[in-house]
């Protein structure tokens, strides 16, 4: 098949949707598109949702069931079957639920977690496990411990428990034979992040890449990093384990850096950020007996860039040290066709109860609206793909 034209196949791309999500996909990324729309669902949405207001029924049937796979596991099960079965796409299950405070909360969403690595042990549909830093602890404590803050006595505990909670994870996956991808967060609770994930690399990476820290290549200084990472590698035996993705808190890490008063980490421009994402992604290809990966991209030019690395490099399309992934409910013409083809793949599957996972999804949207073409592109193919089944 002619590569450039890999990702206009709606047919492939839609195989898993009846007529009537189909129209639903094509209702609701007509609403993201209208930003000022998306600004006032968003408002109304948490207001209802803080009011007690009997909307989940109604956010259930829309945008959650388009973004999320349901509200526990077994509740995504009929999705991830279908997806594995109908469209040789795998999952990763998500547990998003954002931005708690509480240890207890912590300490459920460890066990959490956990589950879900049993969960995922012997069920070829979901490969990886997957976890944020500030679900296992105190944005403020990350944040404290990056930028070299002393911790208070208290601190020094809670931090503790946060390494602890990171040992048991990386250990069960590490048994269970699981690999584990670890998200990116903002850049000033990051550098904590890279630090203990690297620790855990050392300690569970021997033999392969089963931890995996996250590269968000919207920050310009994300090569230099991996390289010192890879250096280290070398001289501790250990293999690397990779997701890069653009990243998600462009106009925070902007805004922030602006009221703060020191240079911006963000690449200059959407070009720069490109060929960050490119040049790294190549890098990796080159070393791809030390560092495994984890192509999270909507763009279709990296994807085709990365089958092109792929042939020049010799690997393999189904090479287990190579995924790509998109997010549920979006891109499914990237993600798809790539699995038709024989590549790995697996879509981030989010779940909770509705209420918790709204800022995710949320974000989501203001991320659709945020990205030039994005939607447009989602409306086209859909567009597409309705025309195709009416004649």
């Given at each position: 098949m002619e590569k450039r034209t890999l990702f206009d196949n709606t047919e492939t791309a839609f195989v898993?949707?009846?007529?009537?999500?189909?129209?639903?996909?094509?209702?609701?990324?007509?609403?993201?598109?209208?930003?000022?729309?998306?600004?006032?669902g968003t408002a109304v949405t948490n207001f209802a949702l803080k009011a007690h207001l009997p909307v989940q029924g109604l956010i259930r049937a829309t945008v959650f069931d388009h973004f999320c796979g349901g509200v526990d596991e077994e509740d995504c099960m009929p999705v991830i079957e279908k997806m594995y079965a109908k469209g040789k796409v795998s999952s990763v299950l998500d547990y998003s639920v954002e931005g708690k405070e509480e240890e207890e909360q912590f300490d459920h969403v460890l066990n959490k977690t956990l589950e879900i690595l049993d969960f995922v042990d012997q069920k070829d549909a979901i490969p990886f496990g997957v976890f944020k830093p500030t679900g296992f602890g105190r944005f403020l404590?990350?944040?404290?411990?990056?930028?070299?803050?002393p911790l208070t006595a208290e601190e020094h505990k809670e931090w503790d428990r946060i390494e602890e909670r990171f040992d048991i994870v990386c250990k069960k996956a590490y048994d269970c034979d699981v690999p584990l991808l670890i998200d990116g967060e903002e850049s000033w609770m990051q550098d904590a992040a890279d630090e203990l994930v690297a620790k855990m690399m050392r300690k569970y990476n021997k033999e392969k890449a089963i931890i995996y820290n996250t590269l968000q290549l919207y920050r310009h200084d994300r090569l230099e990093y991996l390289k010192k990472l890879h250096e280290e590698a070398r001289v501790y035996g250990?293999?690397?384990?990779?997701?890069?993705v653009r990243g998600a808190y462009m106009e925070k890490e902007n805004d922030r850096a602006?009221?703060?008063?020191?240079?911006?980490?963000i690449c200059e421009s959407k070009e720069a950020t490109d060929l960050n994402f490119n040049t790294t992604l190549n890098y990796i290809l080159q070393n791809i007996n030390e560092i495994s990966v984890f192509i999270g991209t909507h763009n279709e030019e990296s994807s085709y860039k990365a089958i092109e690395l792929m042939e020049q490099q010799g690997i393999a399309k189904n090479d287990p040290r190579v995924w790509l992934g998109q997010l549920f409910g979006m891109s499914d013409h990237i993600s798809f066709n790539l699995a038709a083809e024989g590549y790995n793949v697996a879509k981030y599957l989010p779940f909770g109860p509705v209420k918790d996972v709204m800022p995710y999804l949320i974000r989501r949207a203001e991320e659709n609206t945020s990205v030039a073409g994005q939607t447009t592109r989602e409306l086209d193919l859909l567009s597409k793909e309705r025309k195709r089944r009416k004649l």
């Open positions: 898993l949707k009846s007529d009537s999500e189909l129209e639903r996909a094509y209702f609701l990324f007509k609403m993201i598109a209208n930003e000022p729309l998306v600004r006032i404590i990350w944040q404290k411990k990056t930028e070299g803050t250990y293999k690397i384990g990779m997701k890069i602006a009221e703060k008063g020191y240079p911006t980490p």
